[in-house]
């Protein structure tokens, strides 16, 4: 198992080796093209003794008076205390383009100190952008994954019930003004920057156009030239753009998960000739109490006497053991796997190889 970890890793990475060519919509993000956040506060009603208890959440009572007083219902002064509403906040993602009456998802979630969302419905809830402005109008049944159980004595929880979604639970009201037939440059930003990523997509657009339509501008943006190009509208200029393949270059990194103890290795990551002597120390604390009691036929009471046992073991350990330079990932995976150590340990190895000298390697910790 210890060898298992690593050798996966030397399968996906030689996979990647293939070096196969990517699309360039799954390398950047159109400026512009971008979806907008919507958050909005509402109320969760029908619950089944679930909801908020609304003398630790007066936030409830308030919305809840609001929405009734808009209804034409008077409840000034009224003390009324359900247990089957809940205060909650609605999340959503507005898409590009979208258009006025196109639903979308939202996702609801309580605030205050309900137990479940169970069985609720989300009560008409504007939702608003950071502008401040409203654009989705969200209303519907909760679809909450998690479960709750409990007796006298006992509860237990699967899953998240205080959390769930809507799906197309929310309307479009206003779109957002972004007319992309307008632009004349597009400026294509990439995820992962990289020089040379960028050059080879300013290359492949270049080449599909036959001219000078893309210049990057840095390791993170190229520009495009919509005016350069012959064609209907921007749009069909990006539909080309975002089909052209590109080989992305990438960086030589190290990450690792110290929690799970994962480690992933790109096929760039390199390591100079060096020697590894691992091991470790065990300190171990027993506690072995001693009862002793008075003799027969003598008065007295039994005592108990504290014993304590430590002892310090120490691991063999590897020795010091050498590996040497590998100028391919294989060579790289099969050194570190002669060491025999669990990928835990394998973490501090690389740690202390890294502060060496001997990787040559972005190193990220997780």
């Known amino acids: 198992m210890r060898a298992i970890t690593i050798a996966l890793v030397a399968v996906f990475s030689a996979c990647a080796a293939l070096a196969t060519p990517v699309r360039i919509k799954d390398l950047v993000e159109f400026d512009g093209v971008r979806s907008n956040e919507l958050v909005g506060y509402g109320l969760v009603v ?52 979208a258009r006025a009456g196109a639903p979308i998802d939202v996702t609801v979630s309580a605030i205050g100190d309900a137990s479940s969302l169970r069985g609720g419905t989300l009560v008409m809830t504007p939702l608003n952008a950071a502008d401040g402005d409203i654009y989705a109008v969200a209303q519907g049944s909760v679809i909450a994954g998690g479960i709750v159980a409990e007796g006298e004595a006992a509860r237990i929880t699967q899953g998240v019930p205080t959390s769930g979604v809507i799906p197309a639970g929310a309307t479009v009201e206003r779109e957002v003004a972004f007319a992309l037939s307008d632009l004349s440059h597009v400026r294509l930003a990439l995820r992962t920057p990289d020089f040379t990523t960028a050059a080879r ?69 390199r390591i100079s000739p060096v020697a590894v002597s691992q091991g470790g120390l065990t300190l171990t604390v027993e506690e072995v109490p001693l009862v002793v009691q008075p003799s027969p036929f003598y008065e007295g009471e039994s005592v108990v006497v504290p014993r304590s046992q430590a002892s310090i073991a120490a691991d063999p350990g590897i020795g010091m053991a050498e590996i040497r330079g590998g100028t391919s990932l294989s060579e790289v995976v099969a050194g570190l796997n002669a060491l025999g150590v669990a990928p835990n340990d394998m973490i501090d190895i690389l740690k202390s190889i890294r502060a060496a000298g001997a990787l040559h390697a972005e190193f990220i910790v997780n």
């Open 46 to 97: 029908g619950l089944d003794g679930t909801g908020d208890g609304l003398r630790n959440s007066p936030f409830t009572e308030e919305i809840m008076a609001n929405i009734l007083e808009r209804l034409g219902v008077n409840v000034t002064g009224e003390q009324f205390r359900p247990r089957n509403v809940a205060a909650v906040l609605v999340t959503a993602r507005l898409p590009p383009f």
């Open 201 to 269: 997509i300013e290359e492949a657009v270049n080449r599909e156009f036959e001219g000078a339509a893309a210049t990057m501008l840095d390791a993170g943006t190229v520009d495009l030239d919509i005016t350069a190009v012959r064609a209907a509208s921007p749009a069909h200029v990006l539909s080309r753009v975002e089909n052209l393949l590109v080989e992305p270059e990438m960086r030589a990194r190290v990450v690792v998960d110290q929690r799970s103890g994962t480690i992933v290795m790109g096929e760039e990551v």
